[in-house]
């Protein structure tokens, strides 16, 4: 089962291609509710302190407010809930933009997910964010411009990058100097490679 976490913060819908299907869950973390009305989507839960979402909608079946005084962001609960619920592969839509440090929250989440064997990515319209660890991932042309790796460990190894503007073989990447930033499919898609260590591929549009 796919789930579709919608998180608050600033989107460009018109460029987001991620879309749910029947069958697939939908979540709203707070004022992720507003971003999941701009796809003409009404959540099926919707979870939260509500410190940003100041009334609570009647239109979600199924409502779940929470303490702010709480360990975990809202985004946090509802990829939890999204897990509880039994999916396999899970779209963050936003959940980027604003503060750093929810940014950085968020996409940390994508290592949770991806050590309990769940797909996770997330999108706000100019970014798209995955994570791999000692695996390879083949990353498709789109209308993301570029792609850049960065090192979510302090040394990354064998770290290869095949049909792109600028390739790598059998790289070491580190945390403290990030350079495999501004790359280029060249072709249909891009091999990328990692033998020891984890990434996040970041694709981003010009805005």
Do not use: W
Not at 144 to 149: G, N
């Amino acid at each position: 089962m796919r789930a579709f976490v919608y998180a608050g913060g600033e989107i460009f819908p018109e460029k987001i291609d991620e879309r749910p299907d029947n069958g697939d869950i939908k979540i709203a973390a707070d004022s992720g509710y507003n971003n999941a009305k701009l796809f003409g989507i009404t959540p099926d839960i919707l979870i939260g302190d509500f410190d940003s979402l100041k009334s609570l909608p009647q239109d979600v079946p199924e409502i779940l407010q929470v303490a702010p005084e709480k360990d975990c962001t809202d985004t946090q609960l509802a990829v939890e809930k999204a897990v509880q619920r039994g999916a396999e592969e899970i779209t963050i839509i936003c959940g980027t933009g604003g503060r750093i440090d929810h940014a950085l929250s968020v996409m940390a989440i994508l290592e949770s997910l991806y050590e309990r064997h769940i797909r996770g990515v997330i999108v706000n319209g100019q970014n798209r964010i995955r994570y791999l660890k000692n695996n390879s991932f083949i990353l498709l042309r789109s209308g993301y411009k570029y792609f850049s790796l960065i090192s979510a460990d302090e040394k990354v190894k064998g770290v290869s990058i095949e049909g792109c503007k600028y390739p790598l073989k059998n790289k070491t990447l580190e945390r403290k100097l990030q350079y495999a930033v501004s790359n280029e499919v060249s072709g249909n898609c891009a091999l990328i490679s990692v033998k020891k260590g984890g990434i996040y591929i970041i694709e981003s549009r010009d805005m």
